[in-house]
C-alpha cells in the first residue's frame, strides 16, 4: 500500500508540475507587494492552526490555508498564487508539524498546488465584469477546492492504509471538511472586500480568520476537555476498586488487536479502542457497595448494575464525536443468542464494535480478580471464551481472539497481548 501511495503521489506531483509550466506560460508574473502580503498570510494562517481532537490516530491540523490559497488565486490570478500556496504548506511541515516523510510533502504539496492552480485557471476562464457575479463564483470555486482536496485525499487514505474507498471517503470529510466548509462564505466576502478596499482588505480578511480559528479552537479545547474528565472518571472508578485497577486499558488495547485481526481499519480500531477504554465509565454512578459487593448480587442488586452500559452511553453521548461509539457502549452486554442487555439484541443486529468490546471485557474480567472470586488462568478463560462462542459471543470475534493470543481450537497457545 505504501508503494501505491508513493506511486500516486509522484502522479498527481506530475500533474502539478504541468499546471506550473502552463500557469507560467500564459500568465504574467511580477512580485509585488500584493504578493508579499499574501505570502505572509498564508504563513500566518498556518502558525495559528491547530490539531483537531479527532479521539483516533491520526489526527488532523486544521488551518485557513483554503481560505487564504482561494482568496490568492482570484486576486493575483497567476502562478504565483500556486507559489504561496506550495510554499505554505512546506513551512507548514518544517517548522509546525515537523514531518520528516518525504511522501507527504510529496502529496501535501502536489495535492494543494493542484487545487490552487485549477482555481487560478478556472477563476480567469469564468469571471465577469460583474463584481456580485463573480462573488458567488469565487464561492463555488472555493467549493471545488474543498471538493478537490477531498476527492485526492480520499485517494490517499485508501493507497495508505488497510481501508476501503468508501471508509477513506467518510475519513476524508469528517470534521476537517465541514470545518472548512463554514469557511466559503468568507471566501466570498474576502473578494468582495478586495474589490471595495483594495490591498488594506487582506489584513482584515486575516483578522477575521483568526477569530474564527481561536473560536474554532476554544470550541475544540472545551470537546476535549470532556473527553478527559470521562478518562479520569475511569481513573477514579479503578482507583476505587483495587480489583479493576487498569482493567479498561488492558481490555482496550485487547480489543484494538482483535479490530486489526478482523481486517478492520486502523480509523475504526482507534475507534474502538477508545470506546473499549470507557465502556464502564456509567459505573461511576454505581454504589460502591454493590461494586464491592463479595457475595452474590441480589436481583435488584444486578438490575443495578445492569444500568451502566446505559449510563455509560448518555455519558458519552456528551461528548461531541462520540456518539457512534456510545451506541457501541451501549450494547457490549448483548449476547449473540439474544439474552442480554439492555435492549436483547442478537446476532448481527449487535454493531460489530460492540461485539469486539464484549469479549475483550469478557477475557479481562476472567483473568482478573475479583471480590467473589480469585482470576482464571489465562487457559481456563480461553476455555470458558471458546464455550461462549454462538450463544454468548459472536463466533467470529471468538475465532480473531483466539488467533490475538495465538491459540488454536485445540486449546495450545501462548498469549500475545496483555494489554
Not at 486576486?75 to 510554499?87: D, G, P
Request: hydrophobic fraction near 45%; glycine fraction near 6%.
Amino acid at each position: 500500500m505504501r508503494r501505491s501511495f508513493l506511486i500516486y503521489s509522484l502522479l498527481l506531483f506530475a500533474l502539478y508540475l504541468i499546471f506550473l509550466i502552463v500557469l507560467f506560460r500564459v500568465s504574467s508574473t511580477r512580485l509585488n507587494w500584493t504578493f508579499f502580503l499574501f505570502l505572509a498570510t498564508g504563513l500566518a494562517s498556518e502558525v495559528i492552526g491547530f490539531r483537531v481532537q479527532t479521539n483516533t490516530k491520526p489526527q488532523v491540523r486544521l488551518t485557513g490555508g483554503m481560505l487564504v490559497n482561494v482568496f490568492a488565486a482570484v486576486v493575483l490570478r497567476n502562478i504565483l498564487a500556486v507559489i504561496i500556496a506550495s510554499f505554505s504548506v512546506i513551512f507548514s511541515g518544517l517548522f509546525l508539524v515537523k514531518s520528516k516523510r518525504f511522501t507527504s510533502y510529496l502529496f501535501n504539496v502536489s495535492q494543494i498546488g493542484l487545487s490552487t492552480s485549477l482555481v487560478v485557471w478556472m477563476y480567469n476562464v469564468f469571471k465577469t465584469e460583474n463584481i456580485v457575479a463573480n462573488m458567488w463564483l469565487v464561492l463555488l470555486l472555493g467549493f471545488f477546492y474543498m471538493l478537490l482536496n477531498a476527492v485526492q485525499s480520499t485517494f490517499a487514505i485508501y493507497f495508505n492504509a488497510n481501508t476501503s474507498i468508501l471508509g477513506s471517503l467518510k475519513l476524508a470529510i469528517r470534521s476537517p471538511l465541514l470545518s472548512a466548509t463554514l469557511m466559503l462564505p468568507l471566501a466570498a466576502v474576502s473578494y468582495l472586500l478586495y474589490e471595495l478596499a483594495g490591498i488594506s482588505a487582506i489584513p482584515l480578511v486575516f483578522a477575521i480568520l483568526a477569530a474564527v480559528q481561536i473560536g474554532n479552537m476554544f470550541r475544540n479545547e472545551y470537546e476535549q476537555s470532556k473527553l478527559d474528565k470521562l478518562k479520569l472518571m475511569v481513573k477514579s472508578l479503578e482507583m476505587r476498586d483495587s480489583y479493576t485497577s487498569g482493567h479498561s486499558e488492558r481490555a482496550s488495547q485487547l480489543a484494538y488487536d482483535i479490530g486489526k485481526t478482523l481486517g478492520l481499519s486502523e480509523r475504526l480500531c482507534e475507534r474502538i479502542k477508545m470506546a473499549c477504554m470507557l465502556h464502564d465509565v456509567g459505573k461511576i454512578g454505581i454504589p460502591d457497595y454493590i461494586l464491592g459487593k463479595p457475595e452474590k448480587l441480589s436481583d435488584v442488586e444486578f438490575d443495578i448494575i445492569k444500568t451502566h452500559s446505559v449510563k455509560s452511553e448518555e455519558l458519552l453521548k456528551s461528548v461531541k464525536g462520540l456518539k457512534e461509539e456510545a451506541k457501541w457502549v451501549r450494547h457490549h452486554h448483548e449476547r449473540w443468542d439474544g439474552l442480554g442487555y439492555p435492549d436483547n439484541l442478537a446476532g448481527e443486529e449487535i454493531p460489530l464494535p460492540s461485539r469486539i468490546i464484549a469479549i475483550a471485557d469478557i477475557y479481562e474480567a476472567l483473568t482478573s480478580d475479583r471480590p467473589y472470586r480469585k482470576a482464571y488462568t489465562k487457559q481456563e478463560a480461553i476455555e470458558m471464551i471458546k464455550q461462549m462462542s454462538g450463544t454468548v459471543l459472536d463466533p467470529k470475534v471468538v475465532d480473531a481472539f483466539l488467533k490475538v493470543i495465538d491459540a488454536d481450537h485445540s486449546g495450545s497457545g501462548r498469549e500475545k497481548v496483555q494489554g
